[in-house]
């Protein structure tokens, strides 16, 4: 069974940055897609970014692009979201998602594994 955690959310003012960081409890996911999604009140649960097994590939919602840069760390076994100007539009709660299936270029919620979340909140 993998389990996934995230950290690094929080309270930043609008323009500021934040990194995710998104890392396993248990057995490694080097082998895994992965990607995160985020639900703000109300809405359904969205595609961020995915990166592939390798990291070769990456995949970003127009919403983020040119903001948001998902990365993996092979040796540490942690995925990262880094997050530049942010802005309120982007609160909500950031999940991870991992799958040993081929996902990175589906922005469907249907993803094997997902972590508990983190709470990411931008102040205007």
């Known amino acids: 069974q993998v389990q996934l955690v995230e950290s690094g959310g929080g309270l930043v003012q609008a323009g500021g940055s934040l990194r995710l960081a998104c890392g396993p409890s248990g057995r490694t996911f080097r082998s895994y897609d992965m990607a995160w999604f985020r639900q703000a009140p109300g809405r359904d649960r969205d595609f961020v970014a995915s990166?592939?097994?390798?990291?070769?590939?990456?995949y970003y919602a127009d919403s983020v692009k040119g903001r948001f840069t998902i990365s993996r760390d092979g040796a540490a076994n942690t995925v990262h979201l880094q997050m530049n100007s942010l802005k309120p539009e982007d609160t909500a709660v950031y999940y991870c998602?991992?799958?040993?299936?081929?996902?990175?270029?589906?922005?469907?919620?249907?993803?094997?594994?997902w972590g508990q979340g983190t709470q990411v909140t931008v102040s205007s």
């Open positions: 990166i592939n097994w390798n990291g070769g590939n990456t």
């Open positions: 998602a991992a799958d040993s299936r081929t996902r990175y270029l589906s922005t469907r919620r249907d993803w094997e594994y």
